[in-house]
């Protein structure tokens, strides 16, 4: 069975940063594209950023480009996202799970950001 749990949320102030932690179990993040997905109420949940199993690529979505990194470890089987430079609209709660076709039944419980202006 395939799980992610996610981890690292917090309140942070505008034009802070955070690390949040995505440790996978039941598949190898070094063998599948991994995305970060976030969502705020009323809103579809949307990827933010995804590295591809094959080199490491990233993609990131336009709103957080130049502020959001993606990276793995394949050793501790966890994928991050080192986010800086924060603003109030990356307020969500955060999730991780196959980029670009999420696996309905392998959504986690995510983890909150809130960045304060």
């Known amino acids: 069975q395939v799980q992610f749990v996610e981890s690292g949320g917090g309140l942070v102030q505008a034009g802070g940063s955070l690390r949040l932690s995505c440790a996978a179990s039941?598949?190898?993040?070094?063998?599948?594209?991994i995305g970060w997905y976030r969502q705020t109420p009323g809103k579809q949940r949307e990827q933010v950023a995804g590295?591809?199993?094959?080199?490491?690529?990233?993609s990131y979505a336009a709103s957080v480009k130049g502020r959001f990194t993606i990276s793995r470890d394949n050793a501790k089987n966890t994928v991050y996202l080192q986010m800086n430079s924060l603003k109030p609209e990356d307020t969500a709660v955060y999730y991780c799970?196959?980029?670009?076709?999420?696996?309905?039944?392998?959504w986690g419980k995510g983890t909150l950001v809130t960045v304060s202006s």
């Open positions: 799970n196959i980029a670009w076709t999420p696996r309905v039944n392998s």
């Open positions: 590295i591809m199993f094959i080199g490491g690529s990233t």
């Open positions: 039941g598949l190898s993040v070094s063998s599948n594209s």
